[in-house]
């Protein structure tokens, strides 16, 4: 595993930083695979990773993250065959497919079976999945149609 701060675009050499990389990565675009790490820039991407991500767009995939900023987005985990793990706190927060979720942003979505907390001003749930919201809205797929949408507080066990 290697170690360090890396510095830059995330241009040619971005290939050898990205298997197994352990420390800091800085720059405007930072792209991480298999790596244990926080990366600080405006768009940051990480795969099957141990992540922290500050930016204006984060993106994570099959990786436990910890992500702040505008955009926050987890991945899908099937490749790894668990749940993935994830702390969002941004103006939009969303996950997609088997995540473990806490949401606290103006809009927070968690998709298909998924497990999330949510606080903000609109949550939204996918049909399946165990949910706990609290917010101006929030919205939950699934269960009778009178039960869809409410005020500030919402939960489902699917």
């Known amino acids: ?14 290939r050898k930083w990205q298997d197994g990389y352990k420390g800091v990565s800085i720059g405007p675009t930072n792209s991480l695979h298999a790596s244990k790490a926080v990366e600080l820039g405006a768009v940051n991407y990480a795969e ?9 767009y984060n993106q994570a995939a099959g990786s436990d993250s910890v992500q702040c900023g505008l955009w926050n987005h987890s991945e899908d985990a099937k490749a790894t065959h668990d749940k993935a793990r994830s702390l969002q706190v941004g103006v939009m927060n969303t996950a997609a497919d088997r995540q473990r979720n806490i949401q606290i942003g103006a809009y927070n979505g968690a998709y298909e079976n998924s497990d999330a907390i949510q606080i903000g001003l609109v949550c939204s749930a996918g049909e399946k999945g165990r949910v706990f919201q609290l917010g101006v809205l929030t919205i939950r797929n699934g269960g009778p149609w009178y039960s869809r949408i409410t005020p500030v507080v919402g939960w489902k066990r699917h």
């Open 48 to 56: 099957r990773s141990d992540i922290g991500q500050i930016g204006l």
């Open 1 to 14: 595993m290697k170690n360090g701060i890396r510095f830059g675009f995330d241009g040619d050499d971005s």
